[in-house]
């Protein structure tokens, strides 16, 4: 559990690199720990905790939580209590980030043509960012990149995890990020308005339907290529209800502005809605949003806009929208296994199930409690983040 | 009474049998009796009728004084908790609301709040006043607040950077109508602001300006004094004069006895035109420069709410017309009258036979301005200074030992740099909003930290927290004290404690000057509270009821689902 990563071993080999002695000792480091980690990882650790967040957004009581290979080994309820740093403790799956801007803020904002559906947010990331620490100190284990929404078709978006080191993409071809609203809106190209916005996207829709479109698209309308649409008003959310009444989709729609009566138009439909970030300005009607839709079944995920918005921006949208109406259970899952479907990576992330990577954090209490603090996070099994005197003053040696 | 009732009766059975005049005489008495003795006795039974008392039953009770009491009442009499604890029984003919498995808490306290005040700013002038500027009818701002459970909040003055005005404490108020929130202090604190400037000069020359606008006062207030001092010597040498005159009055009255019928009133008359005269110098004077009337009575302490001109109406003016100044009470003082025995029916516009060298002393001229600042000087007025910086907090620190004046910090982003220095100067510190973009900022949050509030408790500092005067935030005050809390819990070990709820109460409430008033829930204390489903840091809890001075604010049952 505790073993060093060997990164810090090749930190060390650079500093002192001149020197072709300690080159060479640093090369031994270096595969000496690499080994010596594979062995640990090998072997099974296993977590006990008193309370963790289920698949279906529940808190339950203590659990043996087994890993191996950097996954889920298996998840065993015990009677026995937890004890030390872990005894109250709660561990969540890594929180997601729905709309990230962690390492690529200012990246992504193309806006010469209004179609643009072979941009890819991956390439906007910055890996070597500080952003990357902030959001693992806040417990966002993964992040969705999604190129500027400012076209009709902006490109598709990328899923990472938030661990620099290892740069794990999750997910570099999509879903394809599509939008309607003022902000596609420009007087120098086409689309001007609302109503041009939806006469473009018709035709496109039409020419992807022949399969004479751009690859991305000509898959999106057939469903083999999921999609996201921003939409800035409630009237923008029935525009692409109607926009997509003979194709496949859309997948998610992220909408924060009112809840109006989408609530009866979204029901039956296999369509999430993406919330927020909302913030403690939020109007509450906007806050009232998350709580209506998923009161009404539908699904609920969170877009935190982390770092841009705050570190605990997936927190505090989620712990405002139970404020207004949301029930906890729909909120954890939020953040967790409804964002995981809508990235589009749920086989891999977003509960902890055997057989899922082992992406999780151990909060001072339920995630949702926003005095709850971030103990100590893992990626694949390794931790990759603590906070060390939250844990000493806990009672954990680390 | 009721002897009073039998003694007439008595009386009045021994008078049957006399005359039918007296006898009607009686009855009329009788009649007045009985609605005297009507009108009288209801009021006090309609009162304990009509005040009946609530309680609250069953209640796990966080009072914020001392241990959280699991399962007990609250009894609420005339806005107030009059008894509290697990073995209250409840009064006859009270109210009772259930609250089995439900929370009590006393009701929120915004420390650092812009609600009801979004847009109104004023220059900074220290004489402004932010009860002022209060939207108090912003029903659904406010209502908002309540259904947060936020029952009280303290609202500053934005006039930039500089000596700002006095801020005011609001307490919301039930009721649909009328205005939702009451002023319950417009005295509340001086506020002064360091700027949030990026540029450290930029942050010295408000400094500067503020410790000027101090220094000034304390200059003011010597002037005031000189002047007192120098007024009394001359008030004196008039009277010297005047009685030496009479002396010599009197020995010519010896020399010359037939003209003394005549003289002696017309020699006081002499003195009078002295005083007369004198005014009219003084009169000329005003013209140029207007000046305060010469106040002879020695009061160096300004009153505390300097009053405009009090006098609006033709009466009070009539004085001046005339002349008589005395009536013209600058910077509220009272108009002076004890040198007016020998003035006041004295002849104004008599001649200037002025033959005195003896120059009056010149009276400062009023500073409204300095009457504030010596307030705080005086500890009648908290001041309320805003600084982020470091350097910024340091300088509030130097001007409050300079200056000698109470202090409590607001803002103070980087009060963890400076932890050790605010703890040894035993000064409160008001945080704002704690979740910030993590994106570079510069000037007031360049170097804001997460652990802000977890450094302050180390260091043994005392600290509130606000929504950090946000017209729109306020209703979340909770939640920001629950990211603060949940940094700051680190060091005392105490991970999931109600650490949070405190800094919105009972602290909250000592750092506006309301102390044991609100904040806390123990007899004596206002019945300001809030019914929780549950615990108040369980993310499902939702707030059921609130009530202010007893009376329901808030319902949450009857706002149906929103």
């Known amino acids: 559990m505790n073993h060093r990563h060997p990164r810090h071993a090749h930190r060390f080999s650079i500093r002192r690199s001149r020197h072709f002695g300690f080159v060479l000792a640093a090369v031994f480091t270096l595969a000496l720990s690499a080994v010596a980690s594979r062995a640990l990882a090998q072997q099974p650790s296993t977590i006990l905790v008193g309370r963790y967040v289920a698949p279906d957004g529940t808190l339950k009581p203590s659990a043996n939580i087994e890993l191996r290979d950097g996954k889920f080994a298996s998840i065993k309820m015990t009677d026995e209590p937890a004890t030390g740093a872990y005894a109250h403790a709660v561990v969540c799956p890594g929180l997601i980030d729905l709309r990230s801007n962690i390492g690529s803020y200012g990246q992504t904002n193309e806006s010469k043509n209004a179609i643009d559906p072979s941009v890819n947010a991956i390439d906007g990331i910055d890996w070597h960012h500080r952003d990357f620490k902030t959001a693992l100190s806040a417990g966002v284990t993964a992040a969705m990149i999604s190129p500027s929404p400012h076209n009709l078709v902006s490109g598709v978006a990328a899923v990472i995890k938030t661990d620099p080191s290892r740069a794990v993409v999750l997910r570099a071809d999509g879903p394809l990020v599509l939008s309607l609203g003022p902000q596609v809106w420009r007087y120098d190209r086409s689309p001007t308005s609302r109503t041009g916005s939806l006469a473009m996207l018709r035709d496109l829709f039409d020419t992807a339907r022949r399969g004479q479109a751009h690859p991305r698209l000509n898959a999106m309308v057939k469903g083999g290529l999921t999609s996201l649409v921003y939409c800035d008003d409630a009237m923008d959310v029935s525009a692409v209800l109607r926009l997509f009444d003979t194709v496949a989709g859309p997948d998610a729609i992220v909408h924060t502005g009112g809840e109006h009566d989408l609530a009866n138009e979204l029901s039956g439909r296999a369509t999430t809605v993406v919330v927020g970030p909302y913030g403690l300005d939020t109007p509450p009607r906007e806050l009232a949003l998350a709580g209506t839709l998923s009161n009404k079944e539908v699904p609920v995920a969170f877009a935190g806009q982390v770092p841009v918005r705050g570190r605990d921006s997936v927190r505090l949208t989620a712990a405002l929208a139970v404020r207004y109406g949301m029930a906890p259970e729909a909120a954890r899952r939020g953040m967790t296994i409804t964002a995981a479907k809508v990235a589009g990576v749920v086989d891999r992330i977003g509960s902890i199930e055997t057989g899922k990577d082992a992406d999780f954090v151990i909060f001072s209490d339920d995630p949702l409690r926003l005095d709850a603090k971030v103990l100590a996070v893992y990626i694949g099994g390794t931790r990759v983040y603590a906070d060390h005197a939250a844990l000493r003053a806990a009672g954990d040696v680390d | ?562």
């Open chain 2, 1 to 562: 009474m009721v002897t009073a009732v039998s003694r007439f009766f008595v009386r009045s059975s021994s008078w049957r049998g006399s005359g039918s005049r007296r006898h009607a005489g009686f009855q009329r008495r009788i009649l007045a009796l009985v609605a005297a003795s009507v009108m009288s006795l209801p009021v006090s039974v309609f009162a304990q009728l009509f005040d009946r008392a609530t309680v609250i039953e069953n209640a796990r009770i966080v009072t914020q004084t001392g241990p959280v009491v699991e399962r007990g009442s609250i009894v609420i009499k005339g806005g107030r908790i009059v008894e509290l604890g697990s073995e209250v029984s409840a009064p006859m003919f009270s109210k009772k609301i259930d609250a089995a498995g439900k929370t009590v808490s006393p009701g929120l306290i915004d420390v650092w709040s812009g609600l009801g005040h979004a847009g109104a700013s004023s220059s900074a002038d220290p004489t402004s006043r932010a009860s002022d500027a209060v939207a108090t009818y912003d029903h659904e701002a406010f209502r908002d607040a309540l259904r947060n459970g936020v029952t009280t909040m303290f609202v500053g003055t934005n006039g930039g950077a500089g000596v700002n005005g006095i801020g005011a404490v609001l307490q919301l108020s039930p009721g649909e109508s009328g205005p939702i929130a009451k002023i319950i202090d417009d005295d509340a604190a001086l506020c002064v602001d360091f700027g949030s400037s990026e540029s450290a000069l930029g942050r010295l020359k408000t400094f500067q300006k503020v410790r000027k606008a101090f220094k000034k006062a304390e200059v003011y207030r010597r002037a005031l004094e000189d002047y007192d001092e120098e007024l009394k010597e001359y008030i004196e040498k008039l009277e010297e004069r005047r009685k030496e005159k009479e002396k010599e009055e009197a020995e010519e009255a010896g020399d010359e006895k037939d003209a003394d019928d005549e003289s002696k009133p017309k020699k006081k008359g002499d003195s009078d035109d002295e005083s007369g005269g004198d005014k009219d110098k003084d009169k000329e004077k005003d013209k140029d420069k207007p000046k305060p009337k010469p106040d002879p009575k020695p009061d160096p302490k300004p009153k505390p709410k300097p009053k405009p001109d009090p006098k609006p109406d033709g009466a009070g003016l009539r004085p001046l017309l005339s002349g008589a100044r005395g009536a013209d009470g600058e910077n509220g003082k009272k108009p002076g009258n004890d040198k007016g025995g020998d003035k006041k029916d004295g002849d104004k516009d008599g001649d200037d036979e002025d033959d005195d060298e003896l120059e009056k002393p010149e009276q400062p001229a009023p500073d409204r301005k300095s009457d504030v600042l010596l307030r705080a000087i005086d500890h009648e007025l908290i001041v309320r200074i805003r600084a982020y910086r470091s350097a910024s907090i340091l300088n509030a620190l130097e001007l409050a030992d300079e200056f000698k004046i109470d202090i409590v910090i607001e803002g103070a982003t980087e009060a963890y740099l400076v932890a050790d220095q605010l703890a040894e100067a035993k000064v409160s510190v008001v945080l704002g909003r704690v979740s910030r973009s993590e994106l570079f900022q510069d000037g007031a949050f360049r170097r804001h930290s997460r652990r802000n509030a977890a450094a302050l408790s180390q260091a043994g500092v005392s600290w509130s927290i606000g929504s950090g005067g946000s017209a729109t935030s306020s209703r979340f005050v909770g939640f920001n004290a629950q990211m603060a809390s949940g940094y700051g819990a680190t060091s005392q070990g105490a991970v999931g404690s109600d650490d949070w709820l405190s800094r919105v109460t009972s602290r909250a409430s000592r750092v506006i000057g309301l102390g044991g008033r609100a904040g806390r829930l123990r007899s004596g204390a206002a019945a300001d509270l809030v019914i929780w489903s549950g615990d108040p840091s369980d993310p499902g809890s939702r707030v059921e009821q609130v009530l202010i001075n007893g009376e329901i604010a808030f319902d949450a049952s009857a706002e149906g689902d929103r």
